[in-house]
């Protein structure tokens, strides 16, 4: 594989486009986004119980809409006191249509009386890369880190205020937009599809 001339981002979030674009911003790429892009764009789903499978699925419907190679990603955080949850439902925790202010109060909610040396947490991230042509690349990225009980930040998104990386004493809402992305378990994951794509 190689890096096409021009990719799609499959998402409609203005927080991650605007992650991404920090990210993958040496990609040698023109991008394409929901912003830049006049015509019909597909309404995404996610309706997998993988993190990589949403992160195909939605990959593959742009590139397959718009004709030229997407990537997507799918994300969460997976509470240790929680078994794991609300992983690739993390979007959807207080619902099916939650905002995210929603769904941290509803994790907050859950884990105030746990202890907070039970707080372990992480976020997983898959970041994929599809064709039109049905070709697929995907990546992974983990970030390591425990949750604090009140809200602490103004930077970041989802669950960034309450979740304190491991090394750090800040949570994610409280780094800078160049310190989340050096650890961010979405910077890891399109870290290391950029290798996938670089390495041929």
């Not at 509470?79 to 994790?107: I, Q």
């Not at 399109?190 to 996938?196: D, E, V």
Request: hydrophobic share 40%.
């Amino acid at each position: 594989m190689i890096f096409p001339e021009r990719l799609a981002i499959a998402s409609k979030n203005r927080h991650k486009l605007r992650e991404l674009g920090r990210i993958c911003a040496d990609w040698p790429v023109a991008w394409i986004t929901v912003e830049n892009h006049s015509g019909p764009w597909p309404d995404l789903e996610e309706p997998h119980d993988s993190y990589r499978e949403n992160a195909l699925a939605k990959a593959r419907e742009v590139a397959a809409a718009l004709g030229v190679p997407a990537v997507a990603d799918d994300s969460g955080i997976e509470v240790d006191a929680l078994d794991g949850g609300p992983g690739p439902r993390s979007a959807r925790f207080a619902g099916t249509d939650a905002t995210d202010a929603e769904n941290l109060a509803k994790l907050i909610e859950t884990i105030a009386a746990t202890e907070p040396v039970r707080r372990t947490a992480r976020y997983r991230c898959v970041g994929a890369i599809a064709w039109p042509e049905g070709a697929s690349l995907a990546a992974e990225g983990v970030c390591e880190g425990s949750l604090v009980p009140l809200p602490r930040g103004p930077g970041g998104f989802g669950y960034d205020p309450v979740f304190v990386p491991d090394g750090s004493t800040r949570t994610m809402a409280e780094l800078t937009d160049e310190e989340k992305d050096a650890i961010s378990h979405r910077g890891r994951a399109f870290r290391a599809l950029q290798a996938l794509l670089a390495a041929g």
